[in-house]
């Protein structure tokens, strides 16, 4: 494998080419760096080497569509934001599968999961979504959300008419950036939404 690989910029221009064997240089890169942290994840949270390769699989495939589709914007490390997507994969999974059981403990414990680097990296993922988003709807997503704005200077910075528009208008903007954090297999509570 060419060392050049090992840089992101790369492995995206690989993973984009027309050509078979520069794709497959691009996914051989995508495993040997990604599928060990992938699977001791799965592993630690009671699941097989099987869902391991299953989640690591769809994992791929939803990283590539984003590639292809210019959502992945290289704001995180390629490998970070492969690892936020499995992570989302196998704890939807979890709450779908009667057969798995987690105790409180353990729950809390999953929801303490993202470390400081994460956290940040996570940021930079939800921004390049809310940038889908109208400036309107990004601006009042980020001032509630980041900035802590209330809702009455929310109202007076959009100029609407109520207090109550202003929590409709935040409502109506959430629920745009959920579903697109859906379409992608993103789960917004990995991202510290709060209200």
């Given at each position: 494998m060419k060392s050049g690989l090992h840089r992101d910029h790369d492995i995206v221009n690989h993973l984009l080419s027309e050509d078979l064997r520069l794709r497959e240089e691009a996914w051989k890169s995508l495993y040997f760096k990604n599928y060990i942290r992938i699977k001791k994840f799965v592993r630690k949270y009671r699941g097989s080497e099987e869902n391991a390769v299953d989640v690591f699989h769809d994992g791929l495939l939803i990283l590539s569509k984003n590639i292809r589709e210019g959502i992945f914007k290289g704001e995180s490390s390629i490998s970070t934001y492969l690892f936020s997507i499995c992570k989302n994969i196998w704890f939807r999974q979890i709450k779908k599968t009667t057969d798995i059981k987690f105790t409180n403990i353990e729950i809390e414990k999953i929801s303490e999961l993202n470390d400081?680097?994460?956290?940040?990296?996570?940021?930079?993922?939800?921004?390049?979504?809310?940038?889908?988003?109208?400036?309107?709807?990004?601006?009042?997503?980020?001032?509630?959300?980041?900035?802590?704005?209330?809702?009455?200077?929310?109202?007076?910075?959009?100029n609407l008419s109520s207090i109550q528009a202003a929590k409709n208008k935040k409502c109506r903007c959430l629920s745009y950036l959920v579903?697109?954090?859906?379409?992608?297999?993103?789960?917004?509570?990995?991202?510290?939404?709060n209200g």
């Amino acid at each position: 494998m060419k060392s050049g690989l090992h840089r992101d910029h790369d492995i995206v221009n690989h993973l984009l080419s027309e050509d078979l064997r520069l794709r497959e240089e691009a996914w051989k890169s995508l495993y040997f760096k990604n599928y060990i942290r992938i699977k001791k994840f799965v592993r630690k949270y009671r699941g097989s080497e099987e869902n391991a390769v299953d989640v690591f699989h769809d994992g791929l495939l939803i990283l590539s569509k984003n590639i292809r589709e210019g959502i992945f914007k290289g704001e995180s490390s390629i490998s970070t934001y492969l690892f936020s997507i499995c992570k989302n994969i196998w704890f939807r999974q979890i709450k779908k599968t009667t057969d798995i059981k987690f105790t409180n403990i353990e729950i809390e414990k999953i929801s303490e999961l993202n470390d400081e680097e994460n956290t940040i990296e996570n940021s930079k993922l939800i921004e390049s979504f809310l940038d889908q988003l109208s400036i309107d709807c990004k601006d009042i997503l980020i001032d509630f959300y980041y900035r802590k704005k209330t809702m009455k200077e929310l109202k007076e910075k959009f100029n609407l008419s109520s207090i109550q528009a202003a929590k409709n208008k935040k409502c109506r903007c959430l629920s745009y950036l959920v579903s697109l954090l859906k379409e992608n297999g993103i789960k917004i509570e990995a991202f510290y939404y709060n209200g």
